[in-house]
């Protein structure tokens, strides 16, 4: 366990469903980050939240809606997804700065069918 | 945040030294050189940071040499359990406070 917990680990929807992604952390940072990893592909950012605000949208389509009610919590929610969006989604936090103190969670594998 | 380039892989084998060379040609002077290990199904984790010269930890060791253009992740008697994906990062915190990954490095650990 990493202290970065995401629920949950698997999931498999529908093009048609809604569902979400939730991540929690308690090592008291202040940013919290989605990445997204497809296969053989970089991991990719698509939005960061810096003491609850989003500061960072990487150009992500609308039907992923990201959450972050307080510094110890973030969702992805998503609706209408593709085929093309299964991937694993990563949530990482930070103190803030620096590039150090990265903490990832083990992410949740979404299959889209 | 600059660009590094790494290898796409490297074989070894049980007991053996992997070492990794990151080109980082334009860093900046408040760049720190940050490496990750990724394991599958995993999410990245840290495992050394530096900024010049040489840092050691429980895990690894980072060299750096004085120019900072490139850097080298030394991996000591590798076991099976250390084939993993290894990435580089350069960067330092600023507003943004963001992590780019590269493709990183497949290291393949052979018994």
């Known amino acids: 366990e990493t202290g970065v917990t995401q629920t949950p680990r698997h999931l498999v929807m529908g093009m048609t469903n809604k569902k979400s992604l939730k991540c929690e952390q308690h090592?008291?940072?202040?940013?919290m980050y989605w990445y997204k990893q497809s296969a053989k592909k970089p991991l990719e950012l698509m939005f960061v939240?810096?003491?609850?605000?989003?500061?960072e949208n990487n150009s992500v389509p609308s039907r992923f809606s990201p959450e972050c009610p307080n510094s110890s919590h973030l969702f992805l929610h998503l609706h209408t997804l593709q085929p093309e969006d299964s991937a694993l989604y990563l949530c990482?936090?930070?103190?803030?700065?620096?590039?150090?103190?990265?903490?990832f969670g083990s992410g949740t594998r979404l299959t889209v069918v | 945040l600059a660009k590094t380039t790494q290898p796409i892989s490297m074989d070894s084998y049980e007991g053996q030294e992997v070492n990794i060379t990151c080109s980082h040609n334009?860093?900046?002077?408040?760049?720190?050189i940050t490496w990750y290990q990724q394991f599958p199904s995993q999410g990245p984790r840290f495992i050394i940071q530096?900024?010049?010269t040489k840092v050691t930890n429980e895990v690894a060791s980072l060299f750096i040499p004085a120019d900072r253009k490139s850097s080298t992740l030394s991996l000591p008697r590798v076991s099976l359990s250390d084939t993993a994906v290894y990435y580089c990062?350069?960067?330092?915190?600023?507003?943004?406070?963001?992590?780019?990954f590269g493709g990183g490095t497949r290291v393949l650990v052979k018994p």
């Open positions: 990062l350069v960067g330092v915190g600023a507003a943004g406070n963001k992590l780019t």
């Open positions: 334009n860093i900046a002077t408040n760049d720190y």
């Open positions: 530096g900024y010049k």
């Open positions: 939240y810096n003491f609850k605000e989003q500061t």
């Open positions: 090592l008291g940072h202040n940013a």
């Open positions: 990482a936090s930070s103190e803030g700065t620096g590039i150090y103190g990265y903490t």
